[in-house]
């Protein structure tokens, strides 16, 4: 599925283009925030002293990297406190179990993903002959017991400051995360940055209106940073770029 994505998916619309941290796919991109890109999707991570935050998890495939990224920079994988998910897609997901074990992270979904990672299983959004390819690929399953659930709106009680905004569309149940003190978005698949900012293409999309209203309601947020699940991250935006977009989603 992911490769698929990586092969079709381009934004749609407006003319505005990402910043040149779209060749540099491995950098710290403010302190203490670094980005990488995995097999299918892009990975997050706060390093805290107080415990490492991570946000989406990319592919099984990508769990060897993870953990030479961490070697390689100085970083003690058991140090991530939490894990944030924002959808149960195998290129986000898939490698959760293993670094929650290696961790002992809390794992943060949405109900209905919660669900899916303690199966191991994607969820259902795509044309029928491309689910039925994703049906068969299961990854690890998360434990139960190491699942938090949030709702919309809620700030994340292990996380001062971060606030899980449900932006379904890409699929029923996807959450955003948002820092409020630096204005760092986590938009997962609510929005996609490859060349240009702007949501997914319907192939992709299980409901194309409700990922509107759902990249409409991110935009409001005026985030500083937006971090996608795919292309890179958006940092020179202007704000009248944004409320463009957003009126362009809105019509």
């Known amino acids: 599925m992911w490769l698929l994505e990586q092969l079709s998916i381009r934004p749609l619309g407006t003319s505005w283009k990402s910043n040149s941290t779209h060749f540099r796919r491995i950098m710290?991109?403010?302190?203490?925030?670094?980005?990488?890109k995995g097999l299918g999707s892009n990975i997050y991570l706060m390093a805290n002293d107080d415990g490492h935050i991570l946000v989406d998890t990319g592919s099984p495939w990508d769990t060897n990297r993870i953990y030479k990224?961490?070697?390689?920079?100085?970083?003690?994988?058991?140090?991530?406190?939490?894990?944030?998910?924002?959808?149960?897609?195998?290129?986000?997901?898939?490698?959760?179990?293993?670094?929650?074990?290696?961790s002992d992270a809390k794992v943060v979904a949405g109900e209905k993903t919660a669900e899916l990672i303690k199966l191991g299983k994607s969820p259902n959004h795509l044309p029928r002959f491309v689910q039925r390819l994703a049906d068969l690929i299961h990854y690890a399953a998360v434990p139960e017991e190491a699942i938090e659930v949030v709702d919309n709106q809620e700030f994340i009680g292990s996380l001062d400051g971060w606030q899980a905004v449900a932006t379904p569309g890409h699929c029923i149940?996807?959450?955003s995360y948002f820092l409020h003190s630096e204005g760092l978005l986590f938009a997962g698949d609510a929005l996609y940055a490859w060349g240009q900012l702007d949501i997914g293409r319907s192939?992709?999309?299980?409901?194309q209106d409700e990922a509107r209203r759902s990249a409409v309601a991110l935009l409001k947020l005026a985030p500083a940073v937006i971090a996608c699940g795919h292309g890179p991250p958006v940092m020179d935006h202007m704000a009248d770029e944004t409320m463009l977009l957003s009126r362009r989603l809105q019509s």
């Open 173 to 175: 149940d996807h959450f």
């Open 69 to 102: 990224y961490f070697d390689d920079h100085g970083l003690d994988v058991k140090a991530i406190s939490v894990i944030l998910i924002t959808h149960a897609d195998i290129d986000h997901s898939g490698s959760a179990a293993a670094l929650q074990a290696a």
């Open 203 to 207: 192939f992709f999309t299980g409901d």
């Open 28 to 36: 710290e991109l403010i302190p203490n925030l670094h980005w990488f």
